[in-house]
């Protein structure tokens, strides 16, 4: 039979960019690969109203022998045909219009009785001594204790035994006795030397004891001689006409004596009769089981039914077995068919129905497309479905078609691609494609409307294909988050809109759920909010709290227009970091506050501007300190003064005469050193202010001195540029070759303030 070969790779021109000449599918490829699909197609067999179930491979209907042509609903089976198929309905009518219900007939060598198969069951009984238990496609007859068997050596212990008939002779000890000897027993008081007249009997007490309970002739008995049967089973055998070697045949057959009679004449195994337990059938229908390997319950469908043997080889497959023919075709179970099938149906009946009858809720009928390769690769087609029809000119055309493709095949990292297309104006669009990174919709961008439909509106979402515009006939609710062109709606966590470039957030404005704030930022270039005249912000039940005018003018009000208005810093949680507070000073004047959040968490105001413009900063860093203890200056030491008494410090940034600059900026620091016993013999005095980074000096050269100095003044004023954490000091350096020092007087002090 002929494969199709594909002869245009469609799937390589879904890969082209959009605009690609050879994007476009013609009508010329299209007309090939249709082309290809009816020469292929054309090779392949049909299947006619077939109901699979299971795995289902379809091939070839001829077994070499008989080829299978069709399928026939026939009632009568007139036809008598060799190439078709009879349904199952055909079969069920033909069997209940040509068959009649069946007696079995049972007896016990003496009465007669009729089961109907239809509606009767044969009960296998217990008597005496004898219990029946039916279990699953048997019933096993079992003795109690009153029974003696007849298997091994047996003990009677307190038995009586009721005019018991010895037939022939038996073997006590080593004597054999016979039934004349036993008869001279007859109420004689016999010793063991007169019992051993019963020698000649070659039984054991084990053999005689077996024959307790057994109602039986001698001719019966003898035919038992070499068979191995308990007394339950012998007693079933009771009226039996059969010789050792057919009673043999039966043991391990659990059926009573009515029913063996049915088996006289019957050619079969213990093997083969054991199936029949349960069977209510004559020795005829049996007869015709010869070499048929079924089980009871196979064998019991049979029940009711009124056929021949040539009746029933007939639904044996006419020539041939119907059940061999269509295992080797169609299995209802896991069929396997190879090749191409065809279902084809005259009516609006369901051509292919998959049903799964499992109560699994995760589970259900499933239709696997396996595409079974050995050097599977990428872009290779898992399954296409198509959608065909004629047109007017009584040509197949397809429709429309479902196509799967495997994208990528590597293990651990699989992907896949679905695609829906169908015919526009005689050409095939892509509809609807799933990629593993995208869904599409009209994916060679052809002149397609997309329309999504409400309750009572049909254009709820509509994409016009022509223009590409896009139209909502209600609002539009976002639920999660939305990209639409470089807009982005949320309302996840808050609702917001973001304007996008790409993927760069440009501007946005967002609500928050939880407190009802709107923000409105832009992490990229400007962001511009107009409005044609003035531009109002309101809260708390429509109060106006925040204006921009026409003429650009920005305005705060307070709470109702009047008293002190405020502009918050917040961060964590909405706790408040920094404030701006206006408030009215006097019929005309203002006043403005900037207030900062310090480390202890209290908002302290930081900087004051009153309505005569003074500028105030309560915590702008600044300190002073003096000494109040002499300094002693010894010769050549560079001696740090201490400054032991401090007279204010802002932001307490002075300790151990150490000045430690709380934050980066330009520092005014100022020095005043009163020197006094001043030696003239020295050669100089250098006063220093030492920062982290540079020195500042006041240096006098004692040369000029007339006689030794009792007071002298070093001023030391500069705008130190200092960085967080820097120090700032003063040290004094004496250099005299004599032994002289020198003497800082108290009143020496040492101050700073942070200017910038």
């Given at each position: ?392 000119a009584d040509e197949k055309t397809y429709y429309g078609q479902l196509t799967s493709q495997i994208t990528d095949v590597s293990n651990g990292s699989e992907d896949f691609a679905l695609e829906l297309s169908t015919l526009t104006a005689g050409s095939s669009n892509s509809r609807l494609l799933v990629t593993p990174t995208e869904t599409v919709f ?5 002149d397609l409307d997309f329309r999504i439909e409400s309750d009572g509106n049909e254009n709820a979402f509509f994409l016009e294909g022509s223009s590409g515009n896009v139209s909502l006939s209600n609002n539009l609710t976002v639920t999660g988050t939305a990209t639409m062109g470089g807009v982005e709606v949320s309302n996840t966590d808050d609702i ?146 201490t400054f032991d008494a401090e007279i204010f410090d802002q932001g307490s940034n002075f300790a151990s005469n150490t000045f430690t600059a709380p934050v980066t900026g330009k520092y005014q620091l100022n020095v005043t050193v009163y020197a006094q016993s001043v030696d003239s013999a020295a050669d100089y005095v250098q006063i220093a202010l030492t ?66």
């Open positions: 039979m002929s494969n199709y070969t594909k002869t245009t790779n469609f799937a390589a021109k879904d890969s082209l960019p959009s605009g690609n000449a050879g994007k476009i599918v013609k009508g010329t490829e299209i007309d090939a690969e249709f082309n290809n699909i009816a020469t292929a197609s054309a090779t392949k067999a049909d299947i006619n109203d077939a109901t699979l179930t299971g795995t289902t491979t379809f091939g070839s209907l001829n077994d070499g022998t008989i080829t299978i042509t069709g399928w026939v609903d026939e009632d009568n089976m007139s036809s008598n045909s060799a190439v078709l198929v009879p349904t199952q309905q055909s079969v069920k009518a033909y069997v209940d219009s040509t068959t009649t219900a069946q007696d079995l007939d049972v007896t016990d060598g003496s009465a007669s009785i009729d089961i109907d198969l239809d509606s009767e069951s044969l009960g296998i009984l217990g008597g005496t001594g004898v219990t029946s238990t039916a279990s699953g496609t048997g019933v096993t007859l079992a003795i109690d204790s009153t029974v003696a068997t007849l298997t091994g050596s047996q003990t009677l212990t307190n038995k009586t035994l009721t005019t018991p008939t010895i037939l022939t002779s038996f073997t006590i000890g080593s004597a054999t006795i016979t039934e004349a000897e036993l008869e001279i027993l007859d109420g004689a008081t016999v010793t063991t030397a007169e019992l051993n007249v019963l020698d000649g009997i070659t039984s054991t007490t084990a053999e005689l004891n077996i024959l307790d309970g057994v109602t039986s002739t001698a001719a019966e008995i003898n035919i038992l001689d070499g068979v191995t049967s308990t007394t339950a089973e012998l007693n079933i055998l009771d009226g039996v006409t059969s010789s050792a070697t057919e009673l043999n045949i039966l043991d391990g057959v659990t059926a009573t004596t009515a029913e063996l009679n049915i088996l006289d004449g019957v050619t079969s195994t213990a093997a083969e009769l054991n199936i029949l337990d349960g069977v209510t059938s004559t020795t005829a229908e049996l007869n015709i089981l010869d070499g048929v390997t079924s089980t009871a319950t196979e064998l019991n469908l049979l029940d009711g039914v009124t056929a021949t043997t040539a009746e029933l080889n007939y639904t044996d497959g006419v020539t041939s077995a119907i059940q061999t023919q269509l295992d080797s075709k169609i299995s209802g179970a896991d069929a396997a068919l190879t090749g191409n099938a065809t279902i084809t149906t005259a009516d609006d009946t369901v051509q292919l129905a998959l049903i799964s009858t499992s109560a699994d809720a995760n589970a259900g009928p499933i239709l696997d497309l396996f595409r079974n390769s050995v050097s599977a690769a990428d872009n290779d087609l898992t399954g296409q479905v198509y959608f065909s029809g004629n047109n007017d009209n994916e060679q961008s052809a917001r809109i973001r304007l996008l470039n790409g993927a760069t957030f440009k501007a946005g404005i967002q609500v928050a759920t939880t407190a009802g704030d709107m923000i409105a930022g832009s992490a990229v270039d400007d962001l511009t909010i107009r409005a044609q005249t003035n531009m109002l912000f309101a809260t708390g039940g429509n109060t106006e709290r925040f204006r921009i005018t026409s003429a650009g003018a920005v305005e705060l009000t307070g709470p109702g227009g009047a008293g002190e208005t405020f502009l918050n810093f917040t961060a964590d949680s909405n706790t408040l970091k920094a404030q701006i507070s206006g408030a009215k000073a006097g019929a005309n004047g203002g006043k403005l506050s900037f207030s900062t959040n310090n480390s202890s968490g209290t908002l302290t105001t930081a900087m004051r501007i009153d309505s005569a413009g003074i500028v105030t900063t309560p915590y702008q860093p600044a300190f002073l300190a003096n000494a109040t203890t002499m300094n002693n200056i010894p010769i050549a030491a560079n001696t740090i003064v920062t982290s980074n540079r020195e500042y000096y006041a240096i006098l050269a004692t040369t000029s001195l007339a006689q030794d100095a009792a007071y002298m003044t070093f001023p030391i004023s500069v705008l130190a540029d200092m960085d967080a954490s820097d120090t700032a000091v003063v040290a004094v350096q004496l250099n005299n070759s004599g032994a002289a020092q020198m003497d800082i007087n108290a009143v020496s002090s040492f101050s700073g303030y942070l200017v910038a």
